[in-house]
């Protein structure tokens, strides 16, 4: 069985069965790697690591809580502007790059 047999349906409960074209996904996931991976982690949830040098321990992206505490709006103004010891990301990301890391994000508690 093919992984994407798997994990399609998976992402088409989460986006409303409006699955994302793979190819979407791939740049998502790079995007994430790039800008937010270095302090919070590849799986969201090894912020730990990046706290000896922060003012904060990085929050756990893979968790549910926070992941319904946030909209996907609150997302977006959090990369953009940070947040506490959170830096901003707005003027190194486009539009497309924080519309792909919250769908990225919104993947981190099935991962
Ligand atoms: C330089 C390290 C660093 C980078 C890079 C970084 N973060 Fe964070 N992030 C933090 C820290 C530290 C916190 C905890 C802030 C606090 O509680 O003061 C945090 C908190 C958060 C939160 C929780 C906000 C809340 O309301 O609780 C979210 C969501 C988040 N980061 C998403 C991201 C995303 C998405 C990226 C990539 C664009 C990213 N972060 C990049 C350090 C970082």
Known sequence: MRASSLLLPTLA????????????????????LRACSGCHGPRG??????????????????DRALQARLSDEELKHV?????????????NLSEQDVELIVLWVRTLPLR
């Not at 409303?16 to 995007?31: D, F, K, V, Y």
């Not at 990369?79 to 003027?91: E, F, L, N, W």
């Open 79 to 91: 990369i953009r502007h940070g947040r506490g010891a959170m830096p901003p990301h707005g003027a």
């Open 13 to 32: 409960l989460l986006a409303g069965c409006n699955a994302p074209p793979r190819t979407q996904l791939q740049r998502a996931e790079s995007a994430y």
């Open 45 to 62: 949830d090894t912020g730990a690591a990046a706290a000896a040098r922060l003012a904060r321990t990085p929050a756990d992206l893979s």
